[in-house]
């Protein structure tokens, strides 16, 4: 197999590359004077599988069209089968109409992957799981749940844990994570009176007394969090951490998050962290390239993926 990257998560690709065992092939991605992407792959790849792994992460513009422009090169050089393997999907959150003429970005971007001549994706934890459908080529949704139970079973050993859901609409990835770990089940009932702004107004289920873990599929702005841990502090908790697949953290987050009450909030390395992330002393990383290395491995390999799901 061969194994490309463009510049969204190099420090990812690496660990992948050395998970697998299997060098980063050589190529170029660089930049015009006007900002124009150029792609040169400096190795034969005539009847190899390729996969590409690229995050659509700030700048999800630049990494997308990275992303489309290095699978043209690889399907211009007669590579047997290109797989994608985008650990953080951009757009995800546009996955229906939300208000009168307004797009399906999500159907869009997954258009253009298939249009740019991939042949199949690999991507973690999409925001919503119907969007495999968006694709008309084979989609592999990987879970990071299983890194963050095995994550919470080290550092949560009392038995007094409560899994979370920020809100309604991720109660069913919290309520997995609590079967795993035989935890129960609370869900912060919120509202959002405008984009990028949230709510608390009611705790379902009782706190008091538990150590809370806030369990969601992306943190951008990390205002939902740092009010749920207020809410669920004011409710009896003892403390509050949170698991997060996507570390977006935009527009200050890092900080925000830094200064506020959550004890801890974990990420994986689906998107590069930023300085203000890494500086940040209650923000904690765990790595996915175990898991999508594996991932990448049986594919070729052509076994089964599911099992990683359990």
Same mark, same amino acid.
């Given at each position: 197999?061969? #194994?490309?990257?463009?510049?969204?998560?190099?420090? #990812?690709?690496?660990?992948?590359?050395?998970?697998?065992?299997?060098?980063?092939?050589?190529?170029?991605?660089?930049? &015009?004077?006007?900002?124009?992407? &150029?792609?040169?792959?400096?190795?034969?790849?005539?009847?190899?599988?390729? &996969?590409? #792994?690229?995050?659509?992460?700030?700048?999800?513009?630049?990494?997308?069209? =990275?992303?489309?422009?290095?699978?043209?090169?690889?399907?211009?050089?007669?590579?047997?089968?290109?797989?994608?393997?985008?650990?953080? &999907?951009?757009?995800?959150?546009?996955?229906?109409?939300?208000?009168?003429?307004?797009?399906?970005?999500?159907?869009?971007?997954?258009?253009?992957?298939?249009? @740019?001549?991939?042949?199949?994706?690999?991507?973690?934890?999409?925001?919503?799981?119907?969007?495999?459908?968006?694709?008309?080529?084979?989609? $592999?949704?990987?879970?990071?749940?299983?890194?963050?139970?095995?994550?919470?079973? =080290?550092?949560?050993?009392?038995?007094?844990?409560?899994?979370?859901?920020?809100?309604?609409?991720?109660?069913?990835?919290?309520?997995?994570?609590?079967?795993?770990?035989?935890?129960?089940? @609370?869900?912060? $009932?919120?509202?959002?009176?405008?984009?990028?702004?949230?709510?608390?107004?009611?705790?379902?289920?009782?706190?008091?007394?538990?150590?809370?873990?806030?369990?969601?599929?992306?943190?951008?702005?990390?205002?939902?969090?740092?009010? %749920?841990?207020?809410?669920?502090?004011?409710?009896?908790?003892?403390?509050?951490?949170?698991?997060?697949?996507?570390?977006? #953290?935009?527009?200050?987050?890092?900080?925000?998050? %830094?200064?506020?009450?959550?004890?801890?909030?974990?990420?994986?390395?689906?998107?590069?962290?930023?300085?203000?992330?890494?500086?940040?002393?209650?923000?904690?990383?765990?790595?996915?390239?175990?898991?999508?290395?594996?991932?990448?491995?049986?594919?070729?390999?052509?076994?089964?993926?599911?099992?990683?799901?359990?």
């Amino acid at each position: 197999m061969k #194994l490309v990257t463009g510049n969204s998560n190099r420090a #990812l690709a690496e660990a992948v590359a050395s998970y697998l065992e299997v060098p980063l092939t050589d190529c170029t991605v660089k930049r &015009f004077n006007d900002k124009e992407i &150029f792609v040169e792959i400096h190795e034969n790849v005539r009847g190899e599988d390729v &996969f590409i #792994l690229q995050s659509t992460s700030y700048p999800a513009n630049d990494n997308l069209m =990275e992303l489309l422009i290095l699978s043209d090169a690889l399907r211009r050089s007669s590579a047997r089968r290109i797989t994608a393997v985008v650990p953080y &999907f951009g757009y995800a959150r546009q996955d229906r109409k939300s208000a009168s003429r307004t797009p399906i970005s999500a159907k869009l971007v997954a258009n253009l992957i298939t249009e @740019a001549g991939v042949n199949r994706v690999i991507t973690l934890d999409l925001h919503a799981a119907q969007i495999q459908g968006f694709f008309d080529i084979p989609t $592999d949704n990987l879970y990071g749940a299983p890194v963050m139970v095995r994550d919470i079973q =080290e550092h949560y050993t009392n038995g007094n844990v409560m899994i979370v859901s920020p809100d309604v609409g991720g109660v069913a990835r919290a309520r997995a994570t609590a079967q795993r770990i035989g935890a129960d089940l @609370a869900i912060v $009932d919120k509202r959002r009176p405008r984009a990028g702004v949230s709510e608390v107004m009611n705790i379902i289920g009782d706190v008091a007394g538990h150590a809370c873990i806030l369990i969601d599929d992306i943190v951008d702005s990390g205002g939902t969090l740092v009010n %749920a841990a207020e809410a669920l502090l004011k409710a009896g908790a003892t403390e509050v951490s949170a698991y997060i697949t996507h570390g977006v #953290l935009s527009d200050g987050a890092a900080e925000r998050i %830094a200064a506020s009450k959550l004890k801890e909030l974990v990420i994986t390395d689906s998107i590069e962290a930023t300085d203000a992330a890494k500086a940040a002393k209650n923000i904690r990383r765990i790595s996915i390239a175990p898991l999508i290395g594996e991932a990448i491995a049986r594919t070729a390999s052509e076994q089964s993926v599911s099992s990683l799901l359990d």
